[in-house]
Each structure stands twice: as structure tokens, then as C-alpha cells.
Nanobody, 118 residues
Framework: QVQLVESGGGLVQAGGSLRLSCAASGSIFNSNAMGWYRQAPGKQRELVAAISSGGGTNYADSVKGRFTISRDNAKNTVYLQMNSLKPEDTAVYYC????????????WGQGTQVIVSS
């Protein structure tokens, strides 16, 4: 079993920055992909950014150039640096991990609230 614990959410003014962290504990497999999703009220959960175990990244078009995902494999932690925040970035942000075993295992964190005021 794997546990994902997020931290770093909060209230920030438009144009500000926040850094989210997600620490994984438990039965960690080296081959994995980790990512951040978000869900705004009344909307579907969407992928924000993802990073492979090798460091390859993928971003939603809406956050490219503003958000940066990174990971520290030694700490089993993934980060999301969010700059130039906009009110439309307001959402609950969820950490996700997919372990590339047979069959694949997927885990979610409990979510952390980000509120961007205008």
C-alpha cells in the first residue's frame, strides 16, 4: 500500500506563487509516474502536470510556462511550483502516482486546496 500526502496549498493573490509537495510512503516502486491533477467546483478533474521516473514532463496547455513539476526520487517526493497564479487556477489539487508493475497500481492523495484571489 502507498500513501500520498500533499502539502503547500493555501490562499494567494493573483500573480503570486505557491509550491505544492507530495510525499509518497509505503511500498514504493522505482518505475513510476507521478502527477498533479486539479478539480474546480462543478468541473471534471484534469491533469495539470506529470513527470516520469526518468524526468520527462508533460503539462496542460493552461499552465505551460507558469507551473513546473519536479521530483526528488531519493525523498519519494514530487513538487509543483506554481507561478503567476490566476483566479482560474483555483481548485483542489491532487497528487497521483502510477506504479508500472503488473498490473499497474494507481494511488491518489487526499487533495490540497488552492485559492487564488483576484
Amino acid at each position: 500500500q502507498v500513501q500520498l500526502v500533499e502539502s503547500g496549498g493555501g490562499l494567494v493573490q493573483a500573480g503570486g506563487s505557491l509550491r505544492l509537495s507530495c510525499a509518497a510512503s509505503g511500498s514504493i516502486f522505482n518505475s513510476n509516474a507521478m502527477g498533479w491533477y486539479r478539480q474546480a467546483p462543478g468541473k471534471q478533474r484534469e491533469l495539470v502536470a506529470a513527470i516520469s521516473s526518468g524526468g520527462g514532463t508533460n503539462y496542460a496547455d493552461s499552465v505551460k510556462g507558469r507551473f513546473t513539476i519536479s521530483r526528488d526520487n531519493a525523498k519519494n517526493t514530487v513538487y509543483l511550483q506554481m507561478n503567476s497564479l490566476k483566479p482560474e487556477d483555483t481548485a483542489v489539487y491532487y497528487c497521483n502516482a502510477i506504479f508500472l508493475v503488473a498490473p499497474p497500481e494507481e494511488y491518489w492523495g487526499q487533495g490540497t486546496q488552492v485559492i487564488v484571489s483576484s
